[in-house]
Each structure stands twice: as C-alpha cells, then as structure tokens.
C-alpha cells in the first residue's frame, strides 16, 4: 500500500526549513522510481509537500531539475535541444556535439570532471546521469528526427559523445582538449550524423 503524499504547504515556509533541498530529495526519488518521462513538477511537489509554484520557483523545467538532483547548477539542456533541431537535418550531428560541448566549455570542463567521478562510484546517480542523456537530451533529438530504432542510434550516440567528454574533459588528450566547440563538431558532427539519420549495418537483434 501506498502511503498518499502529504498536502502541499502553501505560503511562506518555516524559517530553517530547506525548500530546496527538500524538493531535490523529493525529484531524485521521483525520478528513480518514475523516470523522467513519467515525473512532473508536479509530482515532485506533492513529494516534497510543496506548492508547485515553489518548485517552479527553484526549477523552471524538468530538464533543469534533473540536472540539478546530479549536482550540476546553471546548465540548461533544454535551451541546448532547442538549437539543435532547430536548424537544417543534415548538419544535426555537428550541431549536437558543438552544443554538448558548449554546454561543459562554460566552466572549463570543472562540471565534468567533478560530476563524473561521483557519478560513476553511485549507482542512484549513474541511473539519473542515464535519464539526463538519453530522456532530457537524445530523446527529444531523436523524436525530431523520426529515426528508427531510436534506442539503438541513441545509445551510439551517446557512446561517441561519452569518449569525446572522457578525452577532452578528463584526460585532456591535446589537441581535442584545446580544439575549439566548433571545431569538435566539424570533426566528429558527421559519425553522429550518420547515427542519427543514415542507414544502419543489419544488426543482430537478442535471441536471434
């Protein structure tokens, strides 16, 4: 049996009281149980026993909550998604790998390298980090281009993006390190770009 969620506190919260704490706590569990398709801003206030408007204060979209329960503050996936597809299909690729990139080059890869390691010693947070790639960010690039077999492409997606993050942010291999977001996405834009909306090698699928 479920327990149902405690009524919302509306108005000015008891001094000491950490709103945004409590919501954060309250998105993570949502999120682990729900995914981020099924969690609402909503659903996390009724969790946290808040105003929606008081998660909306702290969290403006779904994307940046997410985000914020990996502990990464001030990055905005949804503003990266929208520029993505936005432009012209057949450039798609390199313009997802110059907005990943812009994305971690705005503190100097600090985010990444920090983020990650925490990320891969918790399991909770590599379930998050899951979510945040490929629901927050692949997931609406790969409805926007109606591929098929969209978990496959997006897991080669990710795949390549994870090495790139890995080599420029992490291990700083020179030249990649110092290449410029532009540049990164001319080099590697067109193997996603194949990924994204070519044809793929006939694959053998589980149980074949």
Known sequence: MVD????????????????????LTAARAEFL???????????????????????????????RLLTATLGV?????????ERVVAGPR????????????????????????????????????????LQFIGSAVLGPVMRAVEASDAPLR???????MSGVLL??????????AGLAPREVGRLV???LQRYLTEPLAETARPGE
């Open 189 to 191: 834009g067109p193997t």
């Open 90 to 129: 057949e450039t798609l690729g390199e313009r997802l790998v110059e907005g990943v990139i812009g994305l971690w080059d705005a503190d100097d890869g600090d985010t990444v390298r920090l983020v990650v390691p925490a990320v891969l010693a918790d399991a909770e947070l590599r379930g998050l980090l």
């Open 73 to 81: 503050t001030g990055i905005e996936p949804d503003a990266v998604v």
């Open 154 to 160: 997006a897991a080669l997606v990710a795949s390549q």
């Open 33 to 63: 149980e729900r995914g981020y398709e099924a969690t609402s801003l909503r659903s996390v206030a009724r969790r946290a026993g808040v105003d929606p408007g008081t998660v909306r204060h702290w969290f403006p979209g779904k994307a």
């Open 4 to 23: 149902a969620a405690p009524a919302p506190r509306r108005g000015r919260r008891p001094a000491g009281q950490d709103a945004r704490g409590e919501i």
């Open 167 to 176: 080599t420029r942010y992490l291990l700083r291999v020179d030249p990649l």
